[in-house]
């Protein structure tokens, strides 16, 4: 018999077992005299090569797990700090304490290395600093956000240098990523990280997002009452 012959009965033998899967059940002594080639060792049996396969598959399926379990403790408390959040905003009495609170949460609660919250509107008692500043909507300085404030969408990754600059000004440099919330009628609000994998495209977003709608939501309550500009 030659190899092509070798190669055939072996095909087809391997075709024949995969459509009788019970074969070993009828003949179990085959199960334990059957070797399978190992590339890191010896060979084995075939039920020690079962077992070792089933005990590989239990591992990943338990690194999925902790995982999971990790994803799901990370969000749950992304949740609860996003309830503080918008309790914290709706509990502030003025304009100006509305927007240092979200400023402070950004920076405390969530991490945020370099805040910054740019307001289309004058709030009172908010004077420009280096982590505000007031600049009218249609102002041709915010020209390279105008795709960002009709999505609306948050924008996660390294932004765009003249984005950058407007943002963090001197201290750009610093910033090796951002979520940039794009709050039509009401500003922009940034959060700066040293670190380029902080943010980054394509993560979800659902809490920036649900973050920025509750900051607009709080200061449209004052709109009325005169204290933006």
């Excluded at 039920?47 to 239990?58: F, I, M, P, T």
């Amino acid at each position: 018999m030659n190899d092509n012959e070798e190669k055939l009965g072996a095909h087809e033998v391997a075709a024949w077992l995969r459509r009788h899967p019970n074969f070993l059940k009828q003949f179990p002594d085959l199960g334990l005299t059957l070797v399978v080639p190992r590339d890191d060792g010896p060979a084995a049996s075939l039920a020690s090569y079962q077992l070792e396969v089933l005990r590989d598959k239990n591992r990943e399926l338990n690194r999925r797990l902790q995982e999971l379990f990790g994803n799901a403790q990370e969000n749950e408390r992304l949740a609860v700090r996003t309830h503080q959040l918008t309790l914290a905003l709706m509990n502030q009495e003025s304009a100006g304490d509305t927007v240092r609170s979200m400023a402070a949460s950004l920076t405390e609660d969530f991490q945020g290395d370099l805040v910054r919250v740019v307001m289309f509107h004058v709030i009172d008692g908010l004077e420009w600093s280096d982590w505000f500043r007031v600049i009218p909507e249609n102002d041709r300085s915010l020209d390279p956000f105008r795709d960002a404030l009709t999505d609306a969408e948050p924008l996660c990754g390294r932004l765009n240098p003249d984005k950058n600059a407007l943002l963090y000004g001197p201290r750009a440099e610093e910033v090796q990523s951002s979520a940039l919330l794009s709050l039509p009628g009401v500003g922009l609000v940034a959060i700066g990280s040293h670190d380029p994998n902080r943010f980054f495209p394509g993560m979800g977003t659902l809490f920036l997002r649900m973050m920025g709608e509750s900051f607009a939501a709080a200061m449209t309550r004052f709109r009325d009452h005169g204290e933006e500009k």
